[in-house]
């Protein structure tokens, strides 16, 4: 069968960025999934949300500007995401140390189709577009070099290595820094494409996600591969050693935004979009409740749940097949003395039920009404380790792991004894000794006389997809680099803490503490130098305070504390102090020894605020009073 051409637009020059579409096709995954995959790199003036509407592509890689697209009236709808946080930032020539994002008033930024989140990351800094001069992008950092540009849009996984290695000194901006926290590099397509082509598109997607598995497993092959075959394509390296150095650097970038340890590539959540449009929205670029209805593809999650839902129902009326079968052999033991003609074809319509539940690929178990094992199905010793002779013989107690709350087991056998279907989670402990989740749906069989003769359990392994719901709720309230409490979890903590305060007459306080010369770490020895002190300084903070204490990373260089009960000013002056003593001292990194400083700033309950903003704000301030000051130093709000 010949393959049906497919034109893929890429939004920058071939790179790294790029790798699981490159291994898609170098692998044979779109050639098996009968498509034939031409990638083609952008150029200037060539916007993959065009070719894509046009038809001159089937489908593109975009930002989450796509929403912004919809909104507008263009039907485009996103298929998966490859970044769980976006690398868009901006670049600036660094004249002063001080810059900061305001000195881009007035200045030429040269900015790449679809870059609305770097709009909107002005925007909420109070830059608008009317104050900055923006020029089309030449898809090259060269322009800072030469002037030409003051800032460009750019991935952190890839021009600050260009720069680096040019010598040249620059500052980086990242929409992260004002809580902008999007996807990136989502891949989409039309609606006339999935309405017209619905096999074609799932085909490639499957094609693609699989590609980016292999990519982000086999990051050297695949830099060599592209070496090999998309190096010549406009790349600006001036050796083959220097190409492979920065293919590398961008590998190890892109791990870190992807996160493939936690989260399948792909994988997209609707909440987080309704965030982005949410952020949309707030900066006055989406309309309050923008619909999300059609804009995106079904998702892993939304599959897994389809998935789910059919399993169960697939188990539900395995349960009823399986009572039926229990009422119907008892049925057929009586019915053998009427001849051996009947008890064959008896036997016959046995060995068809029999084989089906062999088959079935969710566990099922039958006990006796003394809940003794009878029969164990392939799947039951799969999923638990132990064989069918084993289990025999044996009740299920002897699968518990300990972990499950008694009260579980008791609901169960109350809705037994009263011939009801039961349905829960169980967690159980597998031959291996290794702890796994089942949900099991255990249904009492009952003869005509409404004797309980048999307990018919069909069981179903949902340990990975609790797995997920862990990894996505860690994703969700901590900061996925040093561990801390996210400003959304850490507020939480310190709403519940105010509250107890005041039931208590307790008296907390609120600490901000900010990084005094944490910048030029960044900027004199990378990024990844700059995360091994944010991890360190973590750790210090923590060592400085009781269990009962918390501490979290609200953005980029800036902590916060809460002490439920400080007391005093003079206890949480003593903390606070201690904590700043502690980020004083050198930090050893793999080549280099580095020293900051902190800025602290205090606001104490009830006396500077009755309530979390309130509190907030004060700290911040006080914080803000500190750095006037000189910086490395603690202060106390001041009511002015």
Known sequence: MAEEPVRLQLKWRHAFQFAGYYAAKELGYYAQAGLDVNISEARPGIDPLDEVLSGRADFGVGTSSLLLARKAGRPVVVLAVVFQHSPQVLIASRLTAGQTIHDLVGKRIMLEPQSEELLAYLKREGIASGNIKLIEHNFSSKSLLDG??????????????????????????????????????NLFTSEEQLQLHPARVKAFRAASLRGWQYAMAHPDEIIELILRKYASAGQTADSNSHLRSQLQFEARQM?????????????MNPGRWRHIADTYTEIGMLPANFSLEGFLYETNLETDLLRLRSQLLAAVALVGVLSGLAVYIHRINRQLKLGLARSKQADLQLKVLSTAIDQSPTSVLITGPDAIIQYVNPQFSKETGYSSAEALGQTPRFLQSGVTDPSIYR?????????????????????????????????????????????????????????????????????????????????????????????????????????????????????????????????????CLRDSDAVGRIGGDEFVVFLPEAVNAENAIRVAEKIREALNQPFALAEHVVSISSSIGIALYPEHGSDDIELAKNADFAMYQAKAEGRNRVQVFQMQ
Not at 155 to 181: C, H, K, M, N, W
Not at 429 to 440: P, V
Not at 492 to 519: C, H, Q, S, Y
């Open 148 to 185: 030409s540009a003051e800032a460009v849009s750019a991935y952190s996984t890839v021009e600050p290595y260009q720069l680096d290695l040019a010598g040249f000194a620059y500052q980086i901006y990242t929409p992260r820094s004002a809580g902008i926290d999007f996807y990136g590099d």
């Open 255 to 267: 791990a870190a935004l992807m996160r493939t340890d936690l989260i399948e590539v792909g994988y």
């Open 411 to 543: 609901t169960m056998w109350a809705a037994l004894r009263r011939g009801e279907l039961w349905s829960g989670e169980l967690i159980n402990r597998r031959k291996s000794g290794e702890i796994y989740w089942e949900e099991a749906h255990i249904a009492p069989v009952r003869d005509a006389d409404g004797t309980t003769i048999n307990y018919v359990a069909v069981k179903l392994d949902i340990t990975e997809r609790k797995r997920a719901h862990d990894r996505l709720a860690q994703l969700a309230h901590y900061d996925g680099l040093t561990q801390l409490p996210n400003r959304a979890l850490f507020f939480e903590l310190v709403t519940k803490g105010l509250a107890l305060a005041k039931r208590n007459m307790n008296k907390p306080a609120l600490m901000f503490i900010d990084l005094d010369g944490f910048k030029p770490v960044n900027d004199i020895h990378g990024h990844a130098a700059g995360d091994l002190v944010l991890k360190e300084v973590a750790r210090r903070m923590a060592a």
